[in-house]
């Protein structure tokens, strides 16, 4: 497993679309972060295998989102680190407290659902405070800090209306903030912005990103929006059939995949018929380095992503344009290449305009190491 | 557009929704329309006839019309007595009922879904089983059990259940006569909330299950809760077989005893309990409506 990096490297570099906020709850701020480590977990249900034997370490303060297809176990992994799934095996570690047998309520954490889940019978005053009631916190506390959250989400003027009279996105935010009233020390979030629309899941998105910075608090997101994984992550592990297959930073994952399944998974990527060489790859008729370990000569498949594939048009081109998907500055090509070959090329969309569908093209890979496939394997 | 082309145009359409068709359309509307209000009529008529009939019958005189018998109900001979107990009998079934069915409700819903279909037949052998059968039943455990258990705890307790005063062998038979009804309606809460999401996120921030179930589930069942609660209370205020049987004065048998010596008193009774029925069916109905203006989603 991969040593887990320097939290907050992703959020340096976002541009800060989310209108400004209150600063956090100093006492939230001051917590020491604490790390999470999974350890064998498995989980079965019935004849399913949920997880098996998931390793995984998440460093104090990092975000780490969890992405994968339906069904990969994602959100039973977070479900185990909440509380909710008691593994058939395995162990969950917070820091050196093993927390495999403590039930939700005596975790700690701080968890917000795909679902809406406010109490429906709560302001939103008291939906914040709920869990400081709960811990017998006074009234004045309790009323500090509800203030003091809905400040840093931006609701504090809709302190005393009720879950139905808020939006999704406002809904969600009162659930990050009742999540962190709590001062958990674990934050978890089960796919939070699926239920939202494309612009208030990006600013939401963002901000969830923003505060938990702010707090440096422990992060578990899971989702199976890539975009919104690789946006704010610090890093990413990719989930198959209750296994991680890699965890990387968005940059590693995405420029670096360690299987044919996360070449897949994250991103676009054309697998082009190749053979390989000593040390290079030859595919559409020129031969480029090979990334990483060459696996043995023979038959094999490039692995390229889109942008990494330059189209230009010849009349004597073994290609052919067969559509154009404009999609602002970028225009994504599909080029059909004889023995039935597709790809997938993004090429800039301003002088494109020419390589329009039954255009004959030349397709050439850019000068870089290619990843490379052998033929044998399926993805 | 030239002439052939609109001709052609207008022949193609006609059938599909020009001005020609709207009209037999409108008049099959308004014919399913006036269909609903003559249902409705009858419908009316077959609730509000015999209920008039009943009024005037109490009301009626050779002076004219007088609400005296009315005025006499709460100091007629055993009305404060009966009335009473049936509304104790039916507090306590209320209670008893929910008591047992709102945490199995939930724990079906929350852990054991693969159960509800045998809870929901459990729930309907009370409406499959005819009255007479279960009330006989208990009859003859209760003529068979003191009488073999005598000089012991247990016979003393059978004794305790048929207690004129308060029989709790009603309470016990009416909760499982309500149990359908109960089931029911706290079901159709528990389907249409989000209940899992709701428990876990109370769970998560610290919660135990008791304090999850007052603060969370029984808030959100609020509607659901009162539903069961009303219908089991209509139940028992209207309940006559069992208690006849067993023989105990409640007060249906006690309306059904004076209609041979008081026939005016006995229906005038009986109005206004079922008036008082549906004054509790009217007030579940307007708290539904005001939590689903409150909730529109």
Redesign the interface.
Request: glycine content about 10%; hydrophobic content about 45%; cysteine-free.
């Given at each position: 497993m991969t040593a887990a990096p320097e939290p907050g490297t992703v959020a340096a570099e976002m541009p800060g679309r989310a209108p400004a906020r209150a600063a956090a709850p100093a006492d939230l701020r001051e917590q020491p972060p604490v790390g999470v480590r999974l350890e064998g977990l498995t989980r079965r249900y019935g004849g399913v295998l949920a997880l098996d034997g998931l390793d995984l370490d998440v460093a104090g303060g990092e975000f780490l989102a969890l992405l994968g297809p339906s069904g990969c176990g994602k959100t039973t992994a977070l479900r185990a680190i909440?509380?909710?799934e008691v593994p058939d095996a395995g162990r969950v570690w917070f820091d050196r407290r093993d927390v495999t047998a403590i039930?939700?309520?005596?975790?700690d954490?701080?968890?917000v659902?795909q679902?809406?889940?406010?109490?429906?019978?709560m302001t939103v005053a008291e939906n914040v405070a709920?869990?400081l009631r709960?811990?017998r916190r006074d009234k004045a506390e309790r009323a500090g800090r509800a203030a003091e959250l809905l400040e840093l989400v931006g609701l504090a003027d809709r302190a005393q209306r009720?879950p139905?009279q808020l939006s999704g996105g406002q809904q969600q935010r009162v659930?990050l903030a009742?999540?962190l009233a709590?001062a958990p020390q674990v934050l978890l979030l089960d796919e939070p912005l699926s239920a939202l629309d494309a612009q208030v899941r990006v600013q939401l998105r963002d901000e969830i990103r923003r505060i938990q910075l702010e707090l440096g608090i422990t992060t578990v997101f899971v989702t199976h929006d890539q975009a919104e994984a690789l946006s704010v992550a610090d890093r990413v592990g990719v989930m198959r059939a209750g296994r991680l297959e890699q965890v990387a930073s968005p940059d590693d994952l995405y420029e670096r995949p360690a299987t044919a399944f996360v070449a897949g998974f994250v991103g676009t990527m054309n697998r082009i018929p190749a053979v390989l060489g000593d040390g290079d790859v030859e595919f559409l008729g020129v031969r480029r380095e090979v990334l990483g370990a060459a696996p043995a000569a023979g038959p094999a498949f490039a692995l390229v992503r889109p942008e990494a594939l330059e189209v230009e048009g010849d009349p004597r081109g073994p290609g052919r344009v067969v559509t154009r998907t404009f999609s602002g500055a970028v225009t994504r090509l599909t080029v059909a290449l004889p023995d039935g070959v597709e790809v997938q090329a993004d090429v800039p969309s301003a002088g494109s305009q020419g390589l329009t569908p039954g255009t004959p093209v030349t397709v050439t890979p850019a000068e870089r190491p290619a990843l490379v496939e052998p033929a044998d394997l399926t993805p | 557009m030239s002439a052939t082309t609109a001709g052609t145009s207008t022949a193609g359409v006609a059938g599909a929704g020009g001005v020609a068709p709207e009209t037999p359309v409108r008049a099959a509307r308004r014919g399913r329309g006036a269909w609903r209000w003559v249902v409705f009529a009858v419908l009316g008529l077959y609730f509000l006839v015999p209920l008039a009939a009943s009024v005037w019958f109490t009301v009626r005189s050779r002076d004219g019309v007088t609400a005296d018998v009315y005025t006499s109900i709460p100091t007629a001979e055993g009305f404060t007595e009966n009335f009473g107990r049936s509304l104790a009998l039916g507090a306590l079934t209320v209670l008893i009922a929910l008591l047992l069915m709102v945490p199995t409700v939930v724990l079906v819903e929350l852990r054991l879904p693969r159960l509800r279909p045998l809870v929901e037949l459990l729930t309907l052998v009370p409406l499959l089983l005819p009255p007479i059968a279960l009330v006989v039943g208990v009859r003859s455990v209760l003529a068979w059990a003191p009488e073999y258990f005598l000089g012991t705890p247990l016979a003393e307790a059978f004794f305790a259940l048929q207690e004129p005063a308060l029989p709790w062998i009603l309470v016990l038979v009416y909760v499982v006569l309500a149990l359908p009804f109960v089931y029911r309606a706290l079901d159709a809460g528990v389907r249409g909330a989000q209940l899992r999401t709701l428990t876990e996120a109370a769970r998560v921030l610290g919660a135990s299950w008791p304090r999850v179930m007052l603060s969370v589930v029984l808030p959100v069942l609020r509607t659901s809760v009162l539903n069961a609660a009303f219908l089991t209370l209509a139940l028992v205020l209207g309940e006559f077989t069992v208690a006849n049987i067993l023989g105990f004065e409640t007060f249906p048998t006690w309306i059904v005893r004076i209609a041979g010596s008081q026939p005016r008193l006995s229906v005038a009774v009986s109005v206004l309990s079922l008036l008082l029925t549906w004054a509790l069916l009217l007030l579940i109905s307007a708290l539904d409506r005001r939590r689903r203006e409150e909730d529109p989603a």
């Open positions: 909440a509380g909710f039930p939700p309520s005596r975790r954490v701080g968890m659902f679902a809406y889940s406010l109490f429906p019978n709920f869990g709960v811990r009720y139905h659930a009742r999540a709590v | -």
